[in-house]
């Protein structure tokens, strides 16, 4: 067993209740910056007006963002895919926090940088530590699928 699967596996028989309740907050939240990054999409097209030979890359960085936080956090709220939405994330928030005072305010939705090096620590955390007791990943493992036999009706 490698250091990944043991620090893996330490992370999922040890995981108190509470810490679920933490990752679903940091979800939702993610989930709510995903919305606001729509909803200050002004910055975005003032990126763009700015240098236009970087429209193309500014529209997939923007995509990329709202995919990211909207879906990775939903799946982070659930438990679902923990792990992979928190890597999904992760380069967001690096951004985030290396990027916070650029000129052209791609990353004001993030206005504090405590809070952009808080949401980085709960995600490199819930990356180690992975989605918990009360998850989605959880309770398919507990009950996987039982393989259905295969009936064929003719007609």
Known sequence: MNMLQRVEHWGDTHSPNWLSAVRILLGVFLMGMGVLFVMERDSLISMINQ???LATLSILLGHYI???HTVGGLFIAM???TRVSVLVNIPILLG???L????SGLFTVYPFMALSILVLFLLIFFLIEGSGRISVDEYMRRHPEKPRSRKYVDF
């Open 79 to 81: 438990g679902l895919l």
């Open 66 to 68: 709202v995919f990211a």
């Open 51 to 53: 240098k236009p030979a």
């Open 100 to 103: 916070i005072h650029s000129p």
């Open 96 to 98: 985030a926090v290396f």
